[in-house]
């Protein structure tokens, strides 16, 4: 019998197929505290024209709007994609205590390829990460799109 996925990861990828199906690259991302969604995104880049419209910096601003604070102590994120280094900067700073990601990005992500951003001597805070969950689903999800753009 197959491990069903942690809810917030469920989440997470319903908010990555909305993505999809808008014409954004499919990430979603959901910040919890307590095991209940604060704040749900997912990627905006084309939507907003901006370049730093990620899902997790969306969520990430979101949650912060919701809990009326500066950093996200007690929460985690859910995100279907290996974060950039922009993005394991911003939960860096944002104090998130854990992140949960589906799929490696060994071209783009920074936190086990590239700069891995929470590895470094200067990175002021460390969440935990766990990786994996839901992997298959986002990947797939994650090709399929690009294959229809080729």
């Known amino acids: 019998m197959p491990f069903p996925l942690p809810e917030p990861m469920r989440w997470a990828l319903d908010a990555a197929a909305r993505a999809g199906a808008a014409g954004e690259v499919p990430v979603g991302a959901v910040v919890t505290r307590d095991g209940a969604a604060i704040a749900t995104a997912a990627n905006r880049m084309r939507a907003l024209g901006d370049p730093t419209a990620h899902a997790e910096m969306e969520a990430i601003r979101a ?47 920074a936190v086990a390829h590239g ?14 990460v766990y990786a994996g969950l839901g992997e298959a689903e986002s990947a797939a999800m994650l090709r399929g799109f690009f294959a229809q753009r080729r």
């Open 115 to 128: 700069a891995r951003v929470f590895g470094q001597p200067t990175c002021h805070h460390r969440p935990e």
């Open 63 to 109: 949650a912060l709007g919701v809990l009326g604070t500066g950093r996200l102590d007690g929460c985690d994120l859910w995100v279907t994609l290996e974060p950039c280094a922009m993005c394991a900067g911003a939960i860096a700073h944002a104090r998130l205590d854990r992140v949960y990601y589906a799929a490696p990005d060994e071209k783009g992500g």
